[in-house]
């Protein structure tokens, strides 16, 4: 770090706070301040993102903003609303309490918007009002004399286009020359202003406020401010006094908590009609109530809902499968042109099979997660996310969700990790973190040539007709148990908490904009750079340990060698030896001398071009590799665990299977490739089938049957298996508590479903 | 509804009761403290006007216009708001 670097650390600089309610375009103000010099985090302790930037004023000092989270109000009702209000207050240690404020106020919107300005006015702090959507409010009939606001306000009042860089520079004008405001009192009646200076000798002889703040300090503990409540814990004397104010005025039928807003609001209306000149005939909200006559119309909103919801699934389960196919391969390309020059062995296979494929296992996710965001923020900017949460909120609500629940579901389907992450969009924490529970059971498409290799494989040749419907509907069955299981599980959340913790659904319908695509590429590269550094990280080292456990320990040499003649006897009987031995009598002894012979008779052939050759080495090749991950830890696991899971209808080989799957749900399909030493390519489905088909078990029953394949689907639909989605959870639950009570639930019912499928399979069936 | 009921004889409802399209005027918010705040903060006071514009296709929540913005609540929150009919019936949506 550079000496000026040091010399402008956060203690010297002003440190500005930008406040106001959702939807205010508050972001947009904060991007147009700071430009590209912004930093985003979490707060310590909360899933709350911490966005802080840096800019110049206008008499050239520089300044710290902290983007706060959009709040209605400062006695908070959800994390972000706590975090705002937190950092307003300064009671937060990792945010230095502002030096000043910039509210951002709707102008087309300018009564609600001014109950968070009411309460920002009695801090004691320089604010600025940024008079946002001046344009908007225009066009609306809606016209703020913003010099007569200011007036009514006792504050600057800087009108702003925020869209546009107009009145940016007036901004940074008016804070650097703003002065705390007058402190007020709102026209309360006569019982309440009563009741709070009784209080105030106490507050200021405890020195919890200075006098100017006393009176209001003595209003929040009579409206019960849980903050100021806290302050006032210790201070017994001024505790008892204020619950016996309260009582008072209970008695006198005077309800603290009412006449508090009501006066706020009454003061609101006078300064409203003082500063507003609306000038058309209809309501500023003409023409967003006729759009929405439309798009939530019982049979036209519903389609165009569909249509939406369509493209966006569409968007991303097909379109970004070749971009993520594409990244995939080019990943692995370099992995190779990396590791051409290598000898083979651990460090070679590390870059290739460990970093590489680590490296491509978080970067897959990036073309899904950057479209779903882009959906995602021109949904919220053009104001249409809280129609689609009006849509489906009866729906869900059935289930202990919330309306904003739907999006992250449906993205489900094409896999949790974007679709746990957008369930950012729920401001309400508890279903929020229901849908980040359940999302993980939709049926995304790494399950599906899960899915598409056991039912082609175990439920066919019922006739050309009912083959295709018997197939379709385990498929539609699977997707089905897997929705049941979320709602299942949603409900048996809520009765865990609770009926009183449904937090309320009270949902601001904000007007239509066209969205700006700079804002949507900023929202979309921003949330895609969070997953790559932050959950990013934490799948790449899962992998790379997945990919030791499945590579570690290496087959003796030996062992390999057998396996090799064992596996080859044409290519064994074709070059070097003379006479082959028959594979039986390959034991123990003969081990030894076969050693150097097979690995350079199989270069041998596979350098000779020999058809017949180049077959009969992969066919050894694959062998080998049967033989090492079995050797390996993850196949010892898979031995290890098959008690467990013989009950479900598991042998070892699913066992492995299902360890290796941990990576990623399809690696089922290639690792079942490897155990039945027919190679890992996809395109040899066919061949894994039919040696599944044909696998035996000792005693000579077959491995597998419908009945086994049915407990397994029951399992993936079920199952959390999947290091991404941990870590994603991880992320964005803030801990681990989380991410480990989802994989032992779903793992537990997963055991639990397949236990019961398979135990009561097999006794109807015999 | 031919000749206008004076207020006191008008039965108080809630707003989960209003029809679309109908005008009303809040007479209290009850509830527990918490969500009787965050509806009234969000300017359901006495005394407002509310217009109920729809209710969504399934049923539920309900969207309404108070204090020339666009709120919706669902049935369990509406059921909180106590109102009355305006005295001169329903209104036509965008006239203020």
Redesign the interface.
């Given at each position: 770090m550079s000496a000026t670097a040091i010399a402008s650390a956060p203690p010297t600089l002003r440190s500005i706070a930008l406040a106001g309610n959702p939807n205010s375009g508050k972001t947009t103000l904060f991007n147009a301040l700071t430009g590209l010099r912004q930093k985003v985090a979490n707060y310590p302790g909360v899933t709350v993102e911490k966005k802080v930037g840096r800019c110049q004023l206008a008499d050239g000092s520089l300044c710290t903003i902290t983007d706060l989270p959009g709040t209605?109000?400062l006695?908070p009702?959800s994390p972000d609303e706590t975090v705002a209000m937190e950092v307003l207050r300064g009671l937060r240690d990792d945010t230095p309490s502002p030096s000043a404020i910039i509210a951002v106020v709707d102008a087309s919107?300018?009564?609600?918007s001014l109950?968070l300005v009411s309460q920002l006015l009695e801090l004691g702090v320089p604010l600025v009002i940024a008079l946002n959507m001046t344009d908007i409010a225009d066009r609306r009939g809606?016209g703020v004399d913003a010099a007569r606001l200011s007036q009514e306000l006792g504050v600057a009042v800087v009108p702003l286009v925020g869209n546009r860089r107009r009145g940016i520079p007036e901004l940074l004008r008016a804070l650097a020359d703003a002065s705390p405001p007058q402190p007020r009192s709102w026209s309360a009646a006569e019982a309440l202003v009563r009741a709070g200076d009784q209080l105030v000798p106490g507050i200021i002889a405890a020195g919890m406020a200075p006098p100017a703040l006393a009176a209001q300090l003595a209003r929040r503990l009579l409206i019960?401010d849980a903050v100021a409540q806290g302050a006032a814990l210790h201070q017994r004397e001024l505790s008892t006094a204020c619950a016996a104010a309260r009582a008072e005025l209970q008695q006198a039928g005077c309800d603290p908590?009412?006449e508090d807003?009501?006066a706020r609001?009454r003061w609101i209306d006078q300064v409203v009609a003082a500063s507003v000149r609306s000038s058309a005939?209809?309501?500023?909200?003409?023409l967003?109530?006729r759009v929405?006559?439309i798009l939530?119309?019982?049979v036209w909103?519903?389609l165009i809902f569909t249509v939406i919801m369509a493209s966006l699934f569409i968007s991303i389960f097909i379109i970004a499968k070749p971009i993520m196919d594409a990244l995939g391969d080019g990943i692995s390309w370099l992995g190779d042109r990396c590791t051409s020059g290598m000898p083979e062995g651990a460090l070679a296979s590390l870059i290739n099979d460990g970093v590489f494929k680590g490296v491509g296992g978080v970067v897959v996710f990036v073309p899904q997660i950057a479209l779903l965001f882009l959906f995602l923020a021109a949904l919220e900017d053009s104001g249409y996310l809280?129609r689609a949460a009006?849509?489906m909120?009866?729906?869900l609500?059935k289930v202990g969700l919330h309306?904003k629940s739907f999006i992250p579901l449906l993205s489900s389907f094409a896999c949790a990790i974007p679709g746990v992450m957008a369930a950012r969009t729920i401001d309400r924490p508890r279903e929020r973190l229901a849908t980040i529970l359940v999302a993980p059971f939709m049926s995304c498409s790494a399950r599906l040539p899960v899915y598409t290799l056991l039912i082609g494989a175990f439920f066919s040749g019922y006739g050309p007709y009912r083959d295709g419907i018997i197939k379709g509907l385990i498929m539609l069955g699977c997707y089905v148990l897997g929705i049941v299981a979320a709602a299942v599980t949603s409900l048996g959340c809520r009765w865990l908490l609770g009926r009183?913790e449904v937090s309320?659904?009270?949902?601001?319908?904000?007007?239509y904009k066209l969205p700006q695509v700079s804002e949507i590429l900023r929202q979309m590269w921003s949330n895609t750079r969070q997953f790559l550094t932050k959950a990013g990280t934490t799948i790449f080292c899962l992998s790379v340990l997945l990919w030791a456990l499945a590579y570690f320990p290496r087959l003796p040499v030996e062992r390999e060698a057998a396996v090799r003649a064992l596996a080859g006897p044409v290519h064994a009987a074709v070059p070097s030896p003379p006479v082959s031995a028959p594979p039986a009598a390959v034991a123990a002894g003969q081990v030894s001398s076969a050693v150097p012979d097979a690995p350079a008779a199989s270069a041998a052939s596979a350098a000779s071009g020999d058809p017949a050759a180049t077959a009969a080495t992969a066919e050894a090749d694959n062998a080998v590799a049967a033989e090492q991950l079995a050797y390996s830890w993850a196949g010892r696991l898979g031995h290890a665990i098959e008690p467990a899971i013989a009950p479900l209808g598991f042998d070892w080989k699913m066992g492995v299977g299902l360890v290796a799957a941990f990576a990623a749900r399809e690696v089922f399909v290639s690792t079942m490739g490897i155990v039945y030493s027919v190679g890992e390519g996809g395109e040899d489905k066919q061949q894994i089938q039919d040696a599944m088909l044909k696998d035996r078990t000792p005693d000579g029953r077959p491995v597998w049957s419908p009945l086994v394949a049915a407990s397994l689907l029951v399992w993936f639909v079920l199952a959390m298996q999947c290091i991404s989605t941990f870590a994603v959870v991880r992320r964005e639950t803030g801990g681990w508590r989380w991410p480990v009570f989802q994989l032992a639930y779903m793992n537990a019912l997963a055991y639990l479903g397949s236990l019961v499928t398979y135990q009561v399979g097999i006794r109807l069936l015999g | 509804m031919n000749a206008p009921l004076p207020p006191s004889l008008i039965p108080p409802a809630t707003l989960a009761d209003i029809a679309a399209g109908e005008r009303v005027t809040v007479v209290a918010v009850v509830g527990p403290d918490q969500i009787r705040r965050r509806l009234m903060e969000m300017g359901l006071c006495r005394g407002v006007e509310i217009d109920v514009l729809r209710r969504a296709p399934l049923g539920d929540p309900i969207e309404l216009r108070v204090r020339g913005y666009l709120l919706s609540l669902r049935g369990v929150q509406a059921a909180l708001v106590m109102v009355q009919r305006a005295v001169r019936g329903p209104s036509q949506p965008a006239s203020v």
């Amino acid at each position: 770090m550079s000496a000026t670097a040091i010399a402008s650390a956060p203690p010297t600089l002003r440190s500005i706070a930008l406040a106001g309610n959702p939807n205010s375009g508050k972001t947009t103000l904060f991007n147009a301040l700071t430009g590209l010099r912004q930093k985003v985090a979490n707060y310590p302790g909360v899933t709350v993102e911490k966005k802080v930037g840096r800019c110049q004023l206008a008499d050239g000092s520089l300044c710290t903003i902290t983007d706060l989270p959009g709040t209605y109000s400062l006695i908070p009702q959800s994390p972000d609303e706590t975090v705002a209000m937190e950092v307003l207050r300064g009671l937060r240690d990792d945010t230095p309490s502002p030096s000043a404020i910039i509210a951002v106020v709707d102008a087309s919107n300018l009564a609600r918007s001014l109950y968070l300005v009411s309460q920002l006015l009695e801090l004691g702090v320089p604010l600025v009002i940024a008079l946002n959507m001046t344009d908007i409010a225009d066009r609306r009939g809606v016209g703020v004399d913003a010099a007569r606001l200011s007036q009514e306000l006792g504050v600057a009042v800087v009108p702003l286009v925020g869209n546009r860089r107009r009145g940016i520079p007036e901004l940074l004008r008016a804070l650097a020359d703003a002065s705390p405001p007058q402190p007020r009192s709102w026209s309360a009646a006569e019982a309440l202003v009563r009741a709070g200076d009784q209080l105030v000798p106490g507050i200021i002889a405890a020195g919890m406020a200075p006098p100017a703040l006393a009176a209001q300090l003595a209003r929040r503990l009579l409206i019960g401010d849980a903050v100021a409540q806290g302050a006032a814990l210790h201070q017994r004397e001024l505790s008892t006094a204020c619950a016996a104010a309260r009582a008072e005025l209970q008695q006198a039928g005077c309800d603290p908590l009412v006449e508090d807003i009501e006066a706020r609001y009454r003061w609101i209306d006078q300064v409203v009609a003082a500063s507003v000149r609306s000038s058309a005939a209809g309501a500023p909200t003409a023409l967003t109530e006729r759009v929405d006559a439309i798009l939530v119309h019982r049979v036209w909103g519903l389609l165009i809902f569909t249509v939406i919801m369509a493209s966006l699934f569409i968007s991303i389960f097909i379109i970004a499968k070749p971009i993520m196919d594409a990244l995939g391969d080019g990943i692995s390309w370099l992995g190779d042109r990396c590791t051409s020059g290598m000898p083979e062995g651990a460090l070679a296979s590390l870059i290739n099979d460990g970093v590489f494929k680590g490296v491509g296992g978080v970067v897959v996710f990036v073309p899904q997660i950057a479209l779903l965001f882009l959906f995602l923020a021109a949904l919220e900017d053009s104001g249409y996310l809280a129609r689609a949460a009006f849509l489906m909120d009866r729906l869900l609500a059935k289930v202990g969700l919330h309306g904003k629940s739907f999006i992250p579901l449906l993205s489900s389907f094409a896999c949790a990790i974007p679709g746990v992450m957008a369930a950012r969009t729920i401001d309400r924490p508890r279903e929020r973190l229901a849908t980040i529970l359940v999302a993980p059971f939709m049926s995304c498409s790494a399950r599906l040539p899960v899915y598409t290799l056991l039912i082609g494989a175990f439920f066919s040749g019922y006739g050309p007709y009912r083959d295709g419907i018997i197939k379709g509907l385990i498929m539609l069955g699977c997707y089905v148990l897997g929705i049941v299981a979320a709602a299942v599980t949603s409900l048996g959340c809520r009765w865990l908490l609770g009926r009183k913790e449904v937090s309320p659904f009270i949902l601001e319908m904000p007007s239509y904009k066209l969205p700006q695509v700079s804002e949507i590429l900023r929202q979309m590269w921003s949330n895609t750079r969070q997953f790559l550094t932050k959950a990013g990280t934490t799948i790449f080292c899962l992998s790379v340990l997945l990919w030791a456990l499945a590579y570690f320990p290496r087959l003796p040499v030996e062992r390999e060698a057998a396996v090799r003649a064992l596996a080859g006897p044409v290519h064994a009987a074709v070059p070097s030896p003379p006479v082959s031995a028959p594979p039986a009598a390959v034991a123990a002894g003969q081990v030894s001398s076969a050693v150097p012979d097979a690995p350079a008779a199989s270069a041998a052939s596979a350098a000779s071009g020999d058809p017949a050759a180049t077959a009969a080495t992969a066919e050894a090749d694959n062998a080998v590799a049967a033989e090492q991950l079995a050797y390996s830890w993850a196949g010892r696991l898979g031995h290890a665990i098959e008690p467990a899971i013989a009950p479900l209808g598991f042998d070892w080989k699913m066992g492995v299977g299902l360890v290796a799957a941990f990576a990623a749900r399809e690696v089922f399909v290639s690792t079942m490739g490897i155990v039945y030493s027919v190679g890992e390519g996809g395109e040899d489905k066919q061949q894994i089938q039919d040696a599944m088909l044909k696998d035996r078990t000792p005693d000579g029953r077959p491995v597998w049957s419908p009945l086994v394949a049915a407990s397994l689907l029951v399992w993936f639909v079920l199952a959390m298996q999947c290091i991404s989605t941990f870590a994603v959870v991880r992320r964005e639950t803030g801990g681990w508590r989380w991410p480990v009570f989802q994989l032992a639930y779903m793992n537990a019912l997963a055991y639990l479903g397949s236990l019961v499928t398979y135990q009561v399979g097999i006794r109807l069936l015999g | 509804m031919n000749a206008p009921l004076p207020p006191s004889l008008i039965p108080p409802a809630t707003l989960a009761d209003i029809a679309a399209g109908e005008r009303v005027t809040v007479v209290a918010v009850v509830g527990p403290d918490q969500i009787r705040r965050r509806l009234m903060e969000m300017g359901l006071c006495r005394g407002v006007e509310i217009d109920v514009l729809r209710r969504a296709p399934l049923g539920d929540p309900i969207e309404l216009r108070v204090r020339g913005y666009l709120l919706s609540l669902r049935g369990v929150q509406a059921a909180l708001v106590m109102v009355q009919r305006a005295v001169r019936g329903p209104s036509q949506p965008a006239s203020v």
